[in-house]
């Protein structure tokens, strides 16, 4: 079986769907490719994420090593802080209508991002169904209908998270980190919406680990490619702006390899039938501060 890529695009913030998410679609369209897009709906407070620095092991190491400041840039670390968060669904509902009107499937990432990433393990479960509710409500805005899919901020889950996507008759998520397709049980407890997690590292666990650099980093991806699924996250704020060049390299030796690209969608349809329950916990991977959920045996 030759390697299979589904693409998710997970986009953060208001620059990331300002300027990247339309590089992407250019991107796409013109390798004839279709990816699952994930829109923060709600205020871009990503200037609170400084937060992490106190409270998250290695955060400040990480955002030194990834240039954080040179890729997000100023105005973005300063919203929610010492500027006003933008709105980001009701200030970029065109571009995110132009992604499904393109081919790509679009589900809802998060409303807060921050809030979600950095609060979720202490949220009751209303405050879990507010901040879901009030993106679909943003999403039923400027599509009209309903979303069929969720993919949480930093693979970040709880109990009450799980049970509002199940709440919400969701064909599928994609919250975790693992290997395949699985029905997540969390704590003993069965969940009904099928996980697709993410089987790749991303870009920033990469860059300046194990002397890993911008000229190495796809010929590591590629060692790391396998027969069947795999599901590889990019970031619009990266792959569509600050580390667009080496994308479009990586996509180029991908389809000389022979991959096959497909969405989120069509994965859950060709590799879900008959996936088995998996317990889902939270744990650390190599790059990343804080924790994300994991898939496990």
């Given at each position: 079986?030759?390697?299979?890529?589904?693409?998710?695009?997970?986009?953060?913030?208001?620059?990331?769907?300002?300027?990247?998410?339309?590089?992407?679609?250019?991107?796409?369209r013109r390798f004839g490719i279709r990816g699952t897009f994930?829109?923060?709906?709600?205020?871009?407070?990503?200037?609170?994420?400084?937060?992490?620095?106190?409270?998250?092991?290695?955060?400040?190491?990480?955002?030194?090593?990834?240039?954080?400041?040179?890729?997000?840039?100023?105005?973005?670390?300063?919203?929610?802080?010492?500027?006003?968060?933008?709105?980001?669904?009701?200030?970029?509902?065109?571009?995110?209508?132009?992604?499904?009107?393109?081919?790509?499937?679009?589900?809802?990432?998060?409303?807060?991002?921050?809030?979600?990433?950095?609060?979720?393990?202490?949220?009751?479960?209303?405050?879990?169904?507010?901040?879901?509710?009030?993106?679909?409500?943003?999403?039923?805005?400027?599509?009209?209908?309903?979303?069929?899919?969720?993919?949480?901020?930093?693979?970040?889950?709880?109990?009450?998270?799980?049970?509002?996507?199940?709440?919400?008759?969701?064909?599928?998520?994609?919250?975790?980190?693992?290997?395949?397709?699985?029905?997540?049980?969390?704590?003993?407890?069965?969940?009904?919406?099928?996980?697709?997690?993410?089987?790749?590292?991303?870009?920033?666990?990469?860059?300046?680990?194990?002397?890993?650099?911008?000229?190495?980093?796809?010929?590591?991806?590629?060692?790391?490619?396998?027969?069947?699924?795999?599901?590889?996250?990019?970031?619009?704020?990266?792959?569509?702006?600050?580390?667009?060049?080496?994308?479009?390299?990586?996509?180029?030796?991908?389809?000389?390899?022979?991959?096959?690209?497909?969405?989120?969608?069509?994965?859950?349809?060709?590799?879900?039938?008959?996936?088995?329950?998996?317990?889902?916990?939270m744990g650390e991977i190599e790059g990343r501060a804080g924790?994300?959920?994991?898939?496990?045996?």
């Amino acid at each position: 079986m030759l390697p299979v890529i589904a693409l998710k695009v997970d986009v953060d913030t208001f620059i990331g769907t300002r300027d990247g998410v339309p590089a992407l679609l250019d991107l796409f369209r013109r390798f004839g490719i279709r990816g699952t897009f994930y829109f923060s709906l709600g205020p871009d407070n990503s200037g609170k994420a400084i937060r992490r620095i106190f409270t998250r092991k290695g955060f400040l190491a990480k955002m030194i090593r990834t240039r954080a400041p040179s890729v997000y840039g100023l105005r973005t670390l300063l919203y929610g802080t010492l500027l006003p968060p933008p709105m980001i669904g009701a200030r970029s509902g065109e571009i995110i209508r132009r992604t499904e009107q393109e081919g790509h499937e679009v589900g809802i990432h998060c409303w807060d991002h921050v809030k979600w990433h950095d609060y979720l393990p202490r949220m009751l479960k209303p405050t879990v169904a507010l901040e879901m509710g009030q993106a679909s409500a943003v999403y039923e805005e400027i599509f009209g209908h309903r979303t069929k899919t969720v993919a949480a901020p930093g693979w970040m889950v709880s109990a009450a998270s799980l049970e509002v996507q199940d709440a919400l008759k969701l064909e599928y998520s994609s919250d975790s980190r693992g290997r395949a397709p699985f029905y997540p049980v969390w704590e003993g407890r069965r969940f009904r919406t099928l996980q697709l997690p993410t089987t790749l590292p991303t870009t920033d666990e990469l860059l300046g680990e194990n002397g890993i650099t911008t000229q190495t980093l796809n010929d590591h991806y590629l060692s790391l490619i396998t027969p069947g699924l795999n599901v590889l996250t990019i970031h619009a704020e990266l792959e569509g702006k600050a580390t667009a060049a080496i994308f479009v390299d990586l996509l180029e030796r991908l389809t000389a390899l022979g991959c096959r690209f497909i969405t989120l969608a069509e994965a859950a349809v060709e590799f879900g039938k008959g996936a088995p329950d998996s317990p889902l916990s939270m744990g650390e991977i190599e790059g990343r501060a804080g924790v994300v959920a994991l898939q496990g045996t």
